[in-house]
C-alpha cells in the first residue's frame, strides 16, 4: 500500500517538473515574460499573504511540537517562521536561513522533554537574527544577491529529493506535500535568478507560484494534523479496548484456567467443578457487559440503550431494583461514554454486592451547566472518613479522573451512599 502511495506520487511529482521545466524554458526564451509587474499594492498584497501563510503553518508546526515534541516540528516550524519574518525584513537571506532549516528537519531526529524551553529559546533567536540577516545583506550586488538565490534553490531541491524520500521511508503523508512544495518554490526560485532584480513595487510571474507553494503546503499540513489526530485517537480507543478486556473478561478467564488446571491435579470435582461453573458465568456476564460498553461508544449502539440493557441483565433476579434517568439532550464523548457505563456498573455492583442494597437510583444529566452523573442506593452505607473503600472505589476514582470528572462520595452508616460525578464542560 506505501509502495503504490509512493509510485503515485512519484507520477506527480514527475509531471509537475515536466510542466514547470517547460515553463521556465519558456520564460527563458522569451524576454517579455522576464518582466515584473510594476504593481506596489499586489506586491505589498502578496508579501502580506507570504508571511500570514508562512507564520500559519509555523503555528501548525508549533502546536504538532508542543504535542508531541518531535524535533522534526520544530525545525520544520522554525524554518517557515524564519520564511514568514523575511518577507517582513531579511530578504533573500532570511529566506535562505528558512530553508536550510526547513532542510534540515527530517535530519533531526528525536524529541525534546522540555518543549516549552525550547520554543521559548528558538523562536526569539530566530526574531534577533532576522534583522541582523537584513544589516549584513544591505548593500549587495546583483551577483551576490544570484548566489544567495542559488544556494536558496540548492537547499529547496534537498528537499524536493529528501522529502520525497522520506515519504517513500515512512508514509507520512506531511511529506509529499513538503516535497511538493519545494518543487514549486524551486522553480519559482530559478525564475528570481533569470529575471530582473525585482523592486519593492514589482511583482515577478514566480511569485504567483510561491503562493501556490504556501497555500498547498497550509492544506497539506492541516491533512496532516488532522490524519495524526485520527490516528491518535484509534491508538486511545485500542487502549482503552485493551484495558477493558484485562480488567474485566481476563481476570475471570484466569479464574477458569485455574481451577481447570486445580481439577487436572486431582482437586476434588464436588468443590472445584462448581467454582468453575460460577467463573465461567461471570465471565460470560463481563462480556456481555464489555460488549454493551464498547458499542455505545463505538456508535454502533446508543449510549442509552446500551446502560439500559445493562440494567435489565443486572436485575433480571430481582436482588436489585434499580431505576435510570438519562436526559435525552445530554452530549458524551465515545471517551465518556465507556467510562461512565463502567462507573454505573461499578456503583451498582458495590450496591449490589457489599451494601446489600434493594434499591438503586442512576441519573445522567445537566445541572446548572454542568453535566453529572449520580449512582444512589438504600444499602447499609459506610463512614467515609474512617473507610478507604475497595477496589470497585478505586476504580471509580480512577475512571473519573481519565475523563477529566470530579468525583464526590457521600455515605454514611444505615442511610445507603451516594456518589457523583462532574464532566468536564
Request: hydrophobic fraction near 50%.
Amino acid at each position: 500500500m506505501r509502495e503504490d502511495r509512493f509510485q503515485s506520487f512519484l507520477r506527480w511529482q514527475v509531471l509537475l517538473v515536466l510542466l514547470l521545466g517547460a515553463s521556465l524554458g519558456l520564460f527563458l526564451a522569451y524576454a517579455s515574460l522576464r518582466s515584473p509587474y510594476v504593481e506596489p499594492q499586489l506586491h505589498a498584497s502578496l508579501s502580506t499573504a507570504f508571511a500570514l501563510t508562512a507564520a500559519l503553518i509555523a503555528a501548525l508546526c508549533g502546536t504538532r511540537f508542543a504535542v508531541e515534541g518531535r524535533r522534526f516540528d520544530l525545525f520544520l516550524g522554525g524554518g517557515f517562521l524564519a520564511i514568514a519574518l523575511s518577507w517582513i525584513s531579511a530578504g533573500e537571506a532570511g529566506r535562505t536561513l528558512g530553508w536550510a532549516l526547513v532542510a534540515s528537519a527530517p535530519f533531526a531526529i528525536g524529541r525534546i522533554r522540555r518543549r516549552t524551553l525550547a520554543l521559548w529559546t528558538f523562536v526569539p533567536t530566530l526574531v534577533v537574527a532576522m534583522p541582523l540577516l537584513q544589516i549584513a545583506a544591505h548593500g549587495q550586488s546583483d551577483n551576490q544577491i544570484n548566489g544567495v538565490l542559488a544556494l536558496q534553490a540548492l537547499l529547496q531541491l534537498t528537499c524536493a529529493v529528501t522529502y520525497g524520500d522520506r515519504f517513500r521511508r515512512h508514509g507520512e503523508d506531511l511529506d509529499q506535500w513538503l516535497s511538493l512544495v519545494a518543487t514549486l518554490t524551486l522553480f519559482a526560485t530559478l525564475g528570481l535568478i533569470f529575471a530582473p532584480s525585482a523592486a519593492h513595487d514589482q511583482v515577478a510571474r514566480g511569485d504567483f507560484l510561491v503562493l501556490v507553494a504556501h497555500s498547498v503546503l497550509l492544506i497539506g499540513l492541516w491533512r496532516a494534523m488532522h490524519a495524526s489526530e485520527f490516528g491518535r485517537a484509534v491508538a486511545e480507543e485500542r487502549a482503552r479496548v485493551a484495558r477493558e478486556i484485562h480488567d474485566g473478561l481476563a481476570q475471570y478467564l484466569f479464574t477458569i484456567s485455574t481451577h481447570a488446571a486445580m481439577l487436572e491435579s486431582g482437586a476434588d470435582p464436588a468443590v472445584a467443578l462448581p467454582r468453575l461453573q460460577q467463573a465461567a458465568l461471570a465471565a460470560q456476564q463481563e462480556a456481555r457487559y464489555a460488549i454493551l460498553a464498547l458499542s455505545s461508544a463505538s456508535g454502533r449502539s446508543p449510549f442509552d440503550t446500551a446502560l439500559r440493557r445493562y440494567v435489565e441483565v443486572l436485575t433480571a433476579d430481582g436482588a436489585l431494583e434499580v431505576e435510570l434517568e438519562i436526559d435525552p439532550a445530554i452530549m458524551l464523548g465515545p471517551d465518556e461514554q465507556i467510562e461512565i457505563f463502567r462507573i454505573v456498573q461499578e456503583g451498582l455492583a458495590n450496591a449490589r454486592r457489599h451494601a446489600d442494597a434493594g434499591r438503586a437510583w442512576v441519573q445522567i444529566g445537566e445541572r446548572n451547566g454542568e453535566r453529572y452523573v449520580r449512582v444512589l442506593d438504600d444499602g447499609d452505607g459506610f463512614t467515609p472518613e474512617t473507610t478507604e473503600g475497595g477496589q470497585g472505589l478505586r476504580n471509580i476514582r480512577e475512571r473519573a479522573a481519565s475523563i477529566g470528572g470530579a468525583l464526590s462520595l457521600r455515605s454514611a452508616p444505615g442511610v445507603g451512599t451516594s456518589l457523583e460525578v462532574v464532566l468536564r464542560g
